[in-house]
C-alpha cells in the first residue's frame, strides 16, 4: 500500500515539475518576443533625424518623434495600449515602461560608451544611435511563484 502512495506521489511531484517547466519556457518565449519588440523600436527611434540639420550633414534626433515612434512600436508589437498598458489580446499582463531612451546624435563625440550600473548595460556606439531600457512583468501561470520583472536593453545605431 505504501507502494503505491509513494508512485502517487512522484507521479504529482513529476507533474508539478513538468507544469514549473512548461511555465518556464513560456517565460523564455515572452522574454525573445518582449527583446524583438524593444530592438525595433530602438530602431524606429533611432530613424526619426531632423532633417534640417540633417540638409546641412549632421545628425540631430528629434526627440519627441522619437519617443513617439519608439512606443509606437512597442505598442504594435507588444499589443499594449496608449498608455503602455496590456490589452486583452497582450501576452503581458503588466504595464511596460519606458525607464532610459537615450539619443546620442552629432552633438556627442565618439565612440560614445554608456554605462548604466542600475540596469546593468553598457554599450559603445561608433555612430549616432539610440540607447533604449523597457521594463516589463510578466505574471506566470503559478501564482506562488510571483511574477517576472524583466528590463530589457537595445540599442541601435544609424546608418549614414
Known amino acids: 500500500m505504501y507502494k503505491l502512495i509513494l508512485v502517487i506521489l512522484m507521479a504529482v511531484a513529476c507533474f508539478v515539475l513538468y507544469a514549473v517547466q512548461m511555465d518556464e519556457e513560456a517565460a523564455v518565449q515572452v ?53 503602455l498598458q496590456p490589452t486583452e489580446h497582450s501576452f503581458l499582463k503588466g504595464a511596460v515602461m519606458v525607464r532610459e531612451l537615450l539619443l546620442i546624435d552629432d552633438s556627442h563625440t565618439f565612440p560614445y560608451h554608456y554605462e548604466n550600473a542600475q540596469y546593468d548595460y553598457d554599450v559603445t556606439l561608433y ?34
Open 31 to 83: 522574454f525573445f518576443q518582449l527583446k524583438h519588440a524593444v530592438n525595433r523600436a530602438a530602431h524606429a527611434a533611432a530613424q526619426q533625424v531632423d532633417l534640417h540639420h540633417l540638409a546641412d550633414g549632421y545628425i540631430i534626433y528629434d526627440e519627441e518623434a522619437a519617443r513617439y515612434e519608439a512606443e509606437r512600436y512597442l505598442r504594435l508589437n507588444l499589443k499594449l495600449d496608449e498608455r
Open 127 to 160: 555612430k549616432p544611435g539610440v540607447i533604449l531600457i523597457v521594463e516589463a512583468e510578466y505574471d506566470r501561470m503559478f501564482q506562488a511563484i510571483g511574477p517576472i520583472i524583466w528590463q530589457v536593453k537595445g540599442a541601435a545605431e544609424i546608418i549614414r
